[in-house]
């Protein structure tokens, strides 16, 4: 059984940096490609980032590519984002997620598996 747990967030002034952690408990995290997600108050859910399961493949949307990097650690069950040069449009809630397959070119929700409950929100003023 997969569980995601994140970690990490709060509040935050604009300009400064913070990094998500989620840790995997459920042993196929090296296998799967995982994903950020963020969900803005009012707005649907999007991706922010993936990184393929051997991290030789990344994305990032377009509002956070240049400020915001995604690292896993395979041998830790643990991926990453860190987040530079925050924003107010950068708050909402993020979400981790495992993908079903080691990387889903087509960077949508339905290809991922498995949720993490969600960061707290990540505002900043």
């Known amino acids: 059984q997969v569980q995601l747990v994140e970690s990490g967030g709060g509040l935050v002034q604009a300009g400064d940096s913070q990094r998500l952690s989620c840790a995997d408990s459920g042993g196929t995290f090296s296998r799967r490609a995982m994903a950020w997600f963020r969900q803005a108050p009012g707005k649907e859910r999007e991706i922010v980032a993936a990184?393929?399961?051997?991290?030789?493949?990344?994305y990032y949307s377009g509002s956070v590519k240049g400020r915001f990097t995604i690292s896993r650690d395979n041998a830790k069950n643990t991926v990453y984002l860190q987040m530079d040069r925050l924003k107010p449009a950068d708050t909402g809630v993020y979400y981790c997620?495992?993908?079903?397959?080691?990387?889903?070119?087509?960077?949508?929700?339905?290809?991922?598996?498995?949720w993490g409950q969600g960061a707290q929100d990540t505002g900043t003023s």
């Open positions: 990184a393929s399961s051997s991290s030789s493949a990344t």
């Open positions: 997620a495992a993908c079903k397959v080691s990387w889903a070119s087509t960077l949508v929700d339905i290809d991922y598996v498995y």
